[in-house]
Nanobody, 127 residues
Framework: QVKLVESGGASVQAGGSLRLSCAYSGFLYDSYCMAWFRQAPRKEREGVAV???????NYADAVSGRFTISRDKAKNTLYLQMNSLKPGDTAVYYC?????????????????????WGQGTQVTVSS
């Protein structure tokens, strides 16, 4: 049974930093395309960052240069380091995994490709 559990969400001031974690388990293999998404109130869920098994990453324009996605396979944990946070980053953040994407296809942040999701963690950035 696949399970993804996010943690690390909090309320911070603009300009601050947070690190989100996503502990995952139950996968048959350890080579999956994984990503972070977020959903703000009254907005569609949007992709934030994706990481391939070989470490390649891709970021949404809104977070490029401020956020860093990484993965520790030994700990079965996905991370999102968020720096220079802005009020516009306020959202529920979700980690996701895809068993449908592989290789060069693992750069998409289209949610339809991701078939496993965590429950989300709230990030609130105040000005």
């Amino acid at each position: 049974q696949v399970k993804l559990v996010e943690s690390g969400g909090a309320s911070v001031q603009a300009g601050g930093s947070l690190r989100l974690s996503c502990a995952y388990s139950g996968f048959l293999y350890d080579s999956y395309c994984m990503a972070w998404f977020r959903q703000a109130p009254r907005k569609e869920r949007e992709g934030v960052a994706v990481i391939a098994d070989d470490g390649r990453t891709n970021y949404a324009d809104a977070v490029s240069g401020r956020f860093t996605i990484s993965r520790d396979k030994a700990k079965n944990t996905l991370y999102l380091q968020m720096n220079s946070l802005k009020p516009g980053d306020t959202a529920v953040y979700y980690c996701a995994a895809s068993t449908r994407l592989n290789g060069l296809m693992c750069n998409t942040m289209d949610a339809v490709w991701y078939n496993y999701w965590g429950q989300g963690t709230q990030v609130t950035v105040s000005s």
